[in-house]
Structure formats: C-alpha cells, structure tokens
C-alpha cells in the first residue's frame, strides 16, 4: 500500500469515528458506548480486508472493476461497482480506504439497531440489557456489514428501518431513506420493505381514518412500483404470472450449490427451510473456527426466539406500545424470512443476508421477554449515565 493509501485510508477512519460521535445522541447512544462500537466495527473491517486480500472475496473483485474505468449505473453489484468507482478514482482510496467507507455504512445500522435494542430494554432487568448488548457485539453483525458490498449497505438500511419504525411519525423520512439505499442494493428486499409499510397501515390503531388511507395508498404505491422492480432484478421477467414465479423460485433452490455451505432445500418443507435458513449451521455441524462462530450466534438466536415466542404467546398484548409500529416490522420479518428461505440454498450467503430482516426480529422479540418495570424513556436518561 502507498503512503498515500495508508494515510488517506487513516483519515477516512477518522471521519468516520467524527461522523459517528456527532449523530450519537440521535440513537440515544452516550460517547464511550459509541467510541467502543466503532472501534469493534472497524476491527472487523480490517479482518474482513485482510481475509478478502489474502483468498479473494467479492469485495476485491467489486474494487478491482471499479478501476477499469467508469460503470454504467445500475441496481445491485452494479451500484457498488459504481460508488467504488467515485471512492477509488475520484479520491484515489485504497481497497482499504473504500473498505472503511463501507464499514461507516455498516456502522451507522449497528448504532440504529443498539438503539432500537436499548430502548426496547431501558425498563428490563441487568440480565436484558446484558442479553441486548451480547446480540449487538455478535462477531456476524459486523463481520459481514463492515466491507465492500452488498450487505454493509442492505444491514445500514435495515438498522434505519428498525429505528424509524420506534416512532414512524416522526422519523419517516427515516424509513424512505433506508428503503431508497435497499432499493440500490436489493431491490426486492425494497419492495417488501415498502408493501410491509402499506399493508401496517391496515392495522395501525391510533390514526384517523384519513390518515391510514392517505399514508396506506402512499405506501401501496410504492410497493406496487417496487415489487415488479425487485422481481425483474431477481430474474422474473415482466408480465410473469404465479407460475412463472414459482418455477423461478424451484430454480433458485438450485442455485450456489457449490461450496461446503451448500445444502439441498427442494425437498424440504417451508418450516424447515425456514429453519434451515436462520439457524443453521447448528452446533451439531461444526467444521472450522468460521462454522463455530456461526453456530454461537445462532444458538443464542434461537434461544431468543423460544423465549420471545412463549412471552408472545403468554402476554404479548402488555408489551405492545402505541409509538411503535410492530406490524410494520413482523410483515416484514415474515415476508423476508418465507422469501429468503425459499430462495437461498447456501448457508454461507445465508449468514450474510439474513442481516436484513434479524434485527428486527430480535428487537420485537426481545421487547417482550422478561418482566416489565416503570415505564420511562430513553431520553429521560442522561446520556452520560452508564448502561449495560
């Protein structure tokens, strides 16, 4: 690397550490919580570069083309190629520079999703909040959104998503941010984002009658957009008709099985796919270091998921509050987790992608698991205060 690309990649991380400390307060994040996630980001972002630069990856090939001179705007791999572009010869970055860019992206849904956690938990117990701020540092969530590609920009939008659903109200231009960065990344994971948006509207108690139809049909009309938009990039082509639809997702399950992440899902049934695909690889399947660390974070997600569902099914309707639009989120999460599972015959590319619909999950189920205490707000907090 030349002295140019060590000290301009220095100053990127730089002003990614200054961007991240000026909109902390937004998230309800106080400075040491913030410093301390930025710095575990960006180690992962240097683990991740150097990994890629030493067996090769998507991110050295997305940076490679970036040099061949200007792409052709497109959505998906043809949008990072794109954004490279403007970073490694507009700014002469290097493959790290570019990689700590990414990771800013990556970084700023991780501090939507601490604190979307945290205000999920501010009235739990010591062992909640400890709990929430174990399923934040998991060594997944960052890995895999601190690079170049796809996921550190799909996971920044799925974190501004889970964040703007707290209070939709106020923070929806929040919400058509995030589903405008999806939509350059993974635009069918767009489309569902906006047809979860209009089909919570049906469901949203606390509005007028207009405003339900006015921000629904708004909505709706952005997925009626969306959706065809996102099918056409998967590879449906226009037109197509409910079989054409299921005979591409009968191809996908076809797909990636190359590779020791590859598992045959044609034949399985949809619980189990979706099983398969959120869970897997499971302790029972360890290989390597990568599949250890793979198989922990997904025990501790499953056994989230039993006990946010026995809370759900015990008392779910105590935990429900007014400012939060949970339909939004649980159509999403449905949607997302059906479709994903379906289509994704590898769990190496499982472990990536379902980054864009598990925070919500975990925060819907972990807002329901232990006991409540006195409500209060996480801007009744002082910021300096310490929290777990």
Known sequence: MSAWGLFSSFLVFLLGAAISLSIRRRFNLSLSRCFTLYIWHSAFCLVYARYVISYGGD???????????????????????????????????????????????????????????????????????????????????????????????????AGL??????????????????????LLVRPHMAGILALALAGSFI?????????????????????????????????????????????????????????????????????????????????????????LAASVDNLILLLLVFAGSFALVKRSSHFVRSTHNRHFLWIYVFLSWILLSMTTANLGIALRQKWMFVPMLIFLLISVVGRPGKRITPSSRKLGQPNV
């Open 59 to 157: 991110a050295a090939n997305y940076y490679q083309f970036s040099l061949n001179g200007m792409p052709s705007f497109g959505l998906g791999t043809d949008a990072v190629v794109f954004f490279t572009y403007f970073l490694s010869t507009g700014f002469s970055l290097s493959f790290l520079g570019v990689s700590l860019v990414f990771n800013l992206f990556g970084f700023l849904g991780l501090l939507a999703f601490d604190g979307s956690l945290r205000e999920a938990t501010v009235d739990k117990s010591k062992s909640i909040r400890i709990l929430a701020t174990v399923l934040v540092f998991l060594p997944s969530v960052s890995y895999w959104s601190s690079g170049i590609g796809k996921d550190s920009l799909s996971f920044c939008a």
């Open 161 to 182: 998503a889970l964040w703007a659903a707290l209070d939709l109200r106020r923070r929806w231009l929040i919400v058509a941010f995030s589903i405008l960065i999806m």
């Open 203 to 291: 469901f949203k108690t606390g509005v007028s009658l207009f405003q339900r139809f006015s921000l629904g049909i708004l909505a709706f009309s952005a997925a009626l957009l969306l959706v065809p938009l996102g099918l056409n990039y998967a590879g449906v082509e226009d037109g197509a008709g409910p079989a054409e639809i299921i005979e591409f997702v009968e191809k996908r399950q076809n797909y990636n099985q190359d590779g020791g992440g590859a598992v045959q899902i044609s034949q399985m049934s949809l619980p189990v796919k979706m099983f398969t695909y959120l869970f897997r690889p499971t302790i029972l399947e360890i290989r390597n270091l990568f599949s």
